[in-house]
C-alpha cells in the first residue's frame, strides 16, 4: 500500500524513541523470513491492509511471533489499531498494557489417486471453485468420515471464525466471533435454497471430493494460492496444531468494529 513503508518508519522511531530495538522491513523478504523463522522478533508489527495482515499470519503463526496490525486498507477486519490510533497505543504497549489472543488455523491438504500434493496453512478460508465455465460442480462432503451432502455449487468454503468476515460473510454466512473454535462451510451459489451455512465443532474433520468431470476447477488458500483440483481429488481439512497469537489493544471493541465497518449505524 501506498504510504506504509513512510508509516513503518514512523513506528519503528517511537519505537526507538521508547527504548524499544525495532526494524522495518517488506514480507516479501526472504531475509525476513529467515529470521522470522529463527525467533529473533518478539513482535511483527504490521502495516497495511488484510491482505497484507494474512501474508504476515502466515509466516508469524507456525513461528508464533504475535502480530499488531496498523490499518492502511479499507476494511481491515484483522487489523486491531487504526493508522490514527498507534501513536497513543505504542507507549501502552511498551508498558505491557495489552493482552495476547489466539485465532484457530486450518491444516488443508489436498490427494489425488490415494497420494497427498500438498499441505497448507489457512487463516482465513480454503475455496474449491468451478473456473471460467459457468456451471456448477459437484462436491461430495464428509465430516468425521460421514456423508454430509453433495453440494452442487459455484463453489464451497471452509472458513475460520477470523476468516468468517471475508469471503464467507460476501457469501451469506454468518459472522463468528474470531477467538472462537469452529469451522464454517458456505456454499456459493448453490443449486438448491436447501444449502445452507453450516458451523461444525473446531475438532471436525471435514474432506470434499470433485465428483464433477472435465471441469475447470481450482483451490484457493487465503486468496493467495490457486491450485487446480481435478476430478475425484479430495481436499481434507482439520484444525492446525499451532495459532495465530494476535496482539490486541485491551480497549479494542470487535462489535464497535462491526458496527462501523458494515455501516450498522446507517
Given at each position: 500500500?501506498?504510504?506504509?513503508a513512510?508509516?513503518?518508519?514512523?513506528?519503528?522511531?517511537?519505537?526507538?524513541?521508547?527504548?524499544?530495538?525495532?526494524?522495518?522491513?517488506?514480507?516479501?523478504?526472504?531475509?525476513?523470513h529467515?529470521?522470522?523463522?529463527?525467533?529473533?522478533?518478539?513482535?511483527?508489527?504490521?502495516?497495511?491492509?488484510?491482505?497484507?495482515?494474512?501474508r504476515?499470519?502466515h509466516?508469524?503463526?507456525?513461528?508464533?511471533?504475535?502480530?499488531?496490525?496498523?490499518?492502511?486498507?479499507?476494511?481491515?477486519f484483522?487489523?486491531?489499531?487504526?493508522e490514527?490510533?498507534?501513536?497513543?497505543?505504542?507507549?501502552?504497549?511498551?508498558?505491557?498494557?495489552?493482552?495476547?489472543?489466539?485465532?484457530?488455523?486450518?491444516?488443508?491438504?489436498q490427494?489425488?489417486?490415494?497420494?497427498?500434493?500438498?499441505?497448507?496453512?489457512?487463516?482465513?478460508?480454503?475455496?474449491?471453485?468451478?473456473?471460467?465455465?459457468?456451471?456448477?460442480?459437484?462436491?461430495?462432503?464428509?465430516?468425521?468420515?460421514?456423508f454430509?451432502?453433495?453440494?452442487?455449487?459455484?463453489?464451497?468454503?471452509?472458513?475460520?471464525?477470523?476468516g468468517s468476515?471475508?469471503?464467507?460473510?460476501?457469501?451469506?454466512?454468518?459472522?463468528?466471533?474470531?477467538?472462537?473454535?469452529?469451522?464454517?462451510?458456505?456454499?456459493?451459489c448453490?443449486?438448491?435454497?436447501?444449502?445452507?451455512?453450516?458451523?461444525?465443532?473446531d475438532?471436525?474433520?471435514?474432506?470434499?471430493?470433485?465428483l464433477?468431470?472435465?471441469?475447470?476447477?481450482?483451490?484457493?488458500?487465503?486468496?493467495?494460492?490457486?491450485l487446480?483440483?481435478?476430478?475425484?481429488d479430495?481436499?481434507?481439512?482439520?484444525?492446525?496444531?499451532?495459532?495465530?497469537?494476535?496482539?490486541?489493544?485491551?480497549?479494542?471493541?470487535?462489535y464497535?468494529?462491526?458496527?462501523?465497518?458494515?455501516?450498522?449505524?446507517?
Amino acid at each position: 500500500l501506498s504510504g506504509a513503508a513512510d508509516e513503518a518508519g514512523r513506528v519503528a522511531g517511537q519505537l526507538t524513541s521508547l527504548g524499544v530495538h525495532a526494524e522495518t522491513g517488506y514480507l516479501f523478504d526472504e531475509k525476513v523470513h529467515r529470521r522470522v523463522k529463527d525467533g529473533d522478533f518478539d513482535l511483527m508489527i504490521t502495516i497495511g491492509g488484510d491482505g497484507t495482515m494474512l501474508r504476515a499470519g502466515h509466516l508469524c503463526g507456525p513461528s508464533k511471533v504475535p502480530i499488531l496490525g496498523i490499518n492502511l486498507g479499507r476494511f481491515g477486519f484483522l487489523m486491531e489499531i487504526q493508522e490514527d490510533q498507534w501513536p497513543a497505543f505504542l507507549p501502552r504497549l511498551v508498558q505491557g498494557d495489552y493482552w495476547l489472543e489466539k485465532r484457530m488455523m486450518l491444516c488443508t491438504e489436498q490427494w489425488r489417486s490415494g497420494a497427498i500434493l500438498g499441505t497448507w496453512d489457512v487463516l482465513n478460508e480454503v475455496v474449491v471453485s468451478r473456473g471460467q465455465i459457468i456451471r456448477p460442480v459437484h462436491l461430495e462432503a464428509y465430516v468425521d468420515g460421514r456423508f454430509l451432502t453433495t453440494y452442487v455449487a459455484d463453489a464451497l468454503i471452509a472458513a475460520t471464525p477470523t476468516g468468517s468476515t471475508a469471503y464467507n460473510l460476501s457469501a451469506g454466512g454468518p459472522i463468528v466471533y474470531p477467538s472462537l473454535h469452529c469451522i464454517i462451510i458456505t456454499p456459493i451459489c448453490p443449486h438448491s435454497l436447501t444449502f445452507r451455512p453450516l458451523v461444525v465443532p473446531d475438532n471436525a474433520a471435514i474432506s470434499v471430493q470433485l465428483l464433477t468431470p472435465h471441469m475447470d476447477t481450482y483451490v484457493t488458500i487465503d486468496g493467495q494460492t490457486a491450485l487446480p483440483f481435478n476430478f475425484e481429488d479430495v481436499l481434507s481439512l482439520k484444525i492446525h496444531p499451532k495459532q495465530l497469537t494476535m496482539l490486541v489493544d485491551p480497549e479494542w471493541n470487535y462489535y464497535k468494529l462491526l458496527y462501523d465497518k458494515l455501516n450498522w449505524g446507517l
